[in-house]
């Protein structure tokens, strides 16, 4: 089992900043894709961003120009910059990596925004 370590998450006001990283371990080497999402209370789990091992990102529509994904190779860790968030970012926030088709899945890390 793959043991991912999220840290960041905590309480912002509207309009305010947080930074979520992921590492994943430095053992693995063959990481397609390392990526994000959310789950808020009472809804389905969301995509919000990806980054490929190209470096090619993906981002969902609400998150576009206020989220920011970008990727360490070294350390095998991927960081998620929120800028500008919204009482609707309140969720936990799950990484997720690809290693060789599978999906493997961090515990998450909930933030909230307050109005």
């Known amino acids: 089992q793959v043991q991912l370590v999220e840290s960041g998450g905590g309480l912002v006001q509207a309009g305010g900043s947080l930074r979520l990283s992921c590492a994943a371990p430095r053992s693995i080497s063959s990481i397609n894709a390392m990526g994000w999402y959310r789950q808020a209370p009472g809804k389905q789990r969301e995509f919000i961003a990806q980054i490929e091992i190209d470096g090619i990102t993906k981002y969902a529509d609400s998150v576009k120009g206020r989220f920011t994904i970008s990727k360490d190779n070294a350390k095998n860790t991927i960081y998620l910059q929120m800028n500008s968030l919204k009482p609707d970012d309140t969720a936990t926030y799950f990484c997720?990596?690809?290693?060789?088709?599978?999906?493997?899945w961090g515990k998450g890390t909930l933030v909230t925004v307050s109005s």
């Open positions: 997720n990596i690809v290693v060789s088709r599978i999906n493997y």
